[in-house]
Each structure stands twice: as structure tokens, then as C-alpha cells.
């Protein structure tokens, strides 16, 4: 077995070798920057890779949200997947090499496009990450991503600007304690943007403290996978979005309305708007969802609704994707007090409300074997959905991750 696996690790590596030394891709890897290229050759080739390298290491580790793994045997229970030791590493290094590649490409750039040996390693690292996905598979708590980035913006008449994988800058003027001020807001297009193409929109709102930097990573990965879309991340006045009791005294209701109505003169074309948020972020899109009528779906990760702000026989039908961890101590699954200084709804509870919102007539309500509760409302009305995650075990930060930003894009895909 040993003479076995050697020779199958050493065709895999010969393969590698074949690949890596090909003066074409090597001049692509320098085009393009070396991550990026990673993840677009990986459907032509690492299928077979991934098949031998299983092959070659057959034991396996159960993936879960949140970098929680527990060793099982080559059949995992349900929800779960099997990755090998090898897949599970890369899989905990991607998201910090994915925050580092902007700035890797930014490096290149200034060196003439010279790609370091180093980056290569890096390369091949998010190749065999690449193969680690469930293909023709609904996604579900536990699953791997297969993950397609986009890594280049086409800017327009919008302000070029360096830094994170955008080229681009929207500003917005807003008065703001009878101070006129410029909101900014990131924007990612695809890197095969086609202006004549209809694309869907999705903001991203950070929490409380960050910036579009610290967040553009979740809707720029939400909207790599097909059908690609634009990303769009605005900055919070005072790094917060205000409901109530936050820094910033900004009308950000007003301010993602006129928002939305730049972007649509922008962006003529333009399909829907979708939402998604953190946190601080995750509440404010639950209260555009109720009070505004901009939105064909939003994705909360962290916050649900705001007691007294919930929607109102007026609120227009919406789909709905809550993720919340059951052990979140920042906004209680169970609803009431928070130490942020509001009082939210039960988490369950505030999907339901969505559900009659938007006149579902089915629901599903179900346990997994983990103890994540899953509930599904579908026939609503105008083809919308309401999708809620309670994850056992799981703080404030549930959900945010590569497997939900694949299931958030699959959400928004599904109601479009």
C-alpha cells in the first residue's frame, strides 16, 4: 500500500509539475496575478488531481462552520463532508490568502508583472483547495465551496482606486447633522463585465467598527459564483449604520435608497438589488427590508429584527436568509435584551414574521444531526423564500464564512 500511494502522490505532483512548467500558464499566472488563475484553470484540471490525491490519503476529517472539526470515519454523518487533512489546512488558510492576494496583485503591478516563485506555492495551494467542493450538490450546513473568484474591476465613469480587489469608487453626498458629507461605496464588477449584460446587484454592509475593506470579501465571494453579479460594499458614517443607538446619526435608510437609485443610473441594466450584512450591517438590512421597498431579497448573518422596527401590513413581499448562531451572546437567538443596547426579536420568530410577510403557504421545520435547525418556507408570494440557520454552537460571527457565501448566492440566484 505504501509503494501504491507513493507512486499515486508522485504522478499527482508530476502532473503539477507539467502544469506549473507550461510557459503559457506561467505567462497567464503573471498576467492575471497567481491566486486569481488558480481558481480559473481549477475546473479544467484538478479533478483527477483531487480523485488520486483521495486515493493516496483515504482517511477524512468532517467539516463545519466556523473551523470546528471533529475526526470521523470515511462515511460522515449527514451534512457534513469529507476532506482530507491536506484540503482541511488550505481550507483555513484561503480566506487570509484571499484578503492578502489584492495586495499581492497590487505588488505585481509595481514590479512589472513579475510573478515571485513564492506565489506559485500559493498557487498550487488554492488549486487543490479548489477540487475540495461538492459538485451538482444543493449546499447545506457543513458543505465545502466551490468557488470562482473574479479579480478584476472594470471602473467606467466611476473613481479608480487600489487596495482590495475593486477598481472602483462610488461617492454619494448626504447631509448629515446639517453637515453636507461624501458616503463612499466599493464597487466590484466582474472581471468579464459585459456593459450590455443585465447583472444583478448585491450590497454589503459591515458591522459595527469595520470598513468596506474588512467586509468586501463576503459579497465580492457571493458574487463570484455563477451568475456572476456586482458587488457593492458602502461605507458606514462613522464606521455604523444607524439604528438607534450606534455613533452615527446618518439617515441610512435615505442614504442606501439614493444609493441604489445612483447605482440604477449606473448600471441601467441592472436586474435586482440583493442585500447582505454582519452584525450592525445585518440589522440594517432587516430594517430596509421593512421599510423600504429597494430589495428582491436580503441574507442577515448575526442580527434579525429590531423590536419596533419589525414590517408592517405595508412591507413589501421579500425573500429572506437568517443565519444565526444559537450561542451568539451579542444578539441572543432567543431574542430580548442585547448588550448593543436593543431589544430584537427571537430569531425563529423573526423568520416566521418574514414567512407571513411574503404569504408562504409551505413550512419545514427540522433538526439536524448536529442540532442546527433549519427553517424553510417556500410557495410565497411573487416566488420569493424564507431560509433561516440556527447553528448549534456558533457565536456571533455564524455564518460568516466560504460555505455560506456560497449558499447565499444560491438563495439570491433561486428568487431572481
Not at 492576494?101 to 483547495?129: D, M, T, W, Y
Not at 466599493?186 to 467586509?215: C, K, M, R, W
Amino acid at each position: 500500500m505504501g509503494d501504491t500511494r507513493f507512486e499515486l502522490v508522485t504522478s499527482t505532483l508530476s502532473s503539477w509539475n507539467l502544469l506549473l512548467s507550461s510557459s503559457y500558464y506561467i505567462r497567464k499566472l503573471n498576467e492575471i496575478g497567481v491566486l486569481s488563475f488558480a481558481f480559473r484553470v481549477k475546473k479544467m484540471y484538478f479533478s483527477l488531481f483531487w480523485e488520486r490525491l483521495g486515493n493516496a490519503f483515504p482517511f477524512s476529517f468532517r467539516f463545519v462552520p466556523d473551523n470546528d472539526y471533529t475526526q470521523q470515519n470515511d462515511n460522515t454523518s449527514e451534512g457534513g463532508s469529507n476532506v482530507t487533512p491536506l484540503c482541511y489546512i488550505l481550507f483555513m488558510a484561503e480566506k487570509k490568502l484571499f484578503r492578502i492576494q489584492n495586495q499581492f496583485r497590487h505588488s505585481l503591478k509595481r514590479e512589472g508583472n513579475r510573478a515571485p516563485i513564492a506565489l506559485v506555492g500559493l498557487a498550487v495551494a488554492c488549486l487543490v483547495l479548489g477540487s475540495c467542493a461538492n459538485n451538482d450538490k444543493e449546499p447545506g450546513v457543513g458543505d465545502e465551496v466551490q468557488r470562482e473568484m473574479t479579480d478584476k474591476g472594470v471602473s467606467g465613469d466611476l473613481v479608480e482606486r487600489d487596495g482590495i480587489n475593486s477598481e472602483s469608487e462610488l461617492v454619494v453626498l448626504q447631509e448629515v447633522d446639517g453637515e453636507e458629507i461624501k458616503r463612499r461605496a466599493l464597487v466590484v464588477l466582474p472581471d468579464d463585465y459585459d456593459p450590455a449584460a443585465s447583472y444583478s446587484i448585491v450590497l454589503g454592509f459591515h458591522g459595527n467598527g469595520q470598513t468596506p475593506e474588512d467586509f468586501a470579501w463576503i459579497p465580492q465571494r457571493v458574487c463570484s459564483f455563477e451568475p456572476k453579479c456586482i458587488a457593492v460594499i458602502p461605507e458606514g458614517y462613522k464606521r455604523s449604520w444607524n439604528l438607534g443607538v450606534e455613533e452615527s446619526t446618518a439617515d441610512d435608510v435615505a442614504f442606501v435608497s439614493n444609493l441604489v437609485a445612483e447605482l440604477s443610473s449606473q448600471f441601467p441594466l441592472t436586474s435586482d438589488f440583493f442585500a447582505l450584512g454582519h452584525s450592525n450591517g445585518s440589522g440594517l438590512v432587516h430594517v430596509l427590508a421593512a421599510e423600504t421597498s429597494v430589495l428582491r431579497g436580503i441574507a442577515g448573518f448575526g442580527s434579525v429584527l429590531i423590536e419596533g422596527r419589525e414590517p408592517s401590513p405595508g412591507t413589501a413581499a421579500i425573500s429572506v436568509l437568517q443565519v444565526h448562531g444559537m450561542n451568539d451572546d451579542v444578539i441572543p437567538y432567543s431574542g430580548g435584551d442585547s448588550p448593543v443596547g436593543l431589544r430584537f426579536v427571537p430569531a425563529e420568530e423573526s423568520a416566521e414574521l418574514w414567512a407571513k410577510v411574503s404569504s408562504c403557504n409551505a413550512g419545514m421545520n427540522s433538526t439536524d444531526k448536529l442540532g442546527n435547525r433549519i427553517l424553510s418556507f417556500e410557495e410565497c408570494a411573487d416566488g420569493h423564500r424564507i431560509l433561516h440557520y440556527g447553528l448549534v454552537d456558533q457565536g456571533h460571527d455564524a455564518g460568516v464564512s466560504e460555505e455560506f457565501a456560497l449558499i447565499a448566492s444560491e438563495f439570491f440566484n433561486s428568487v431572481r
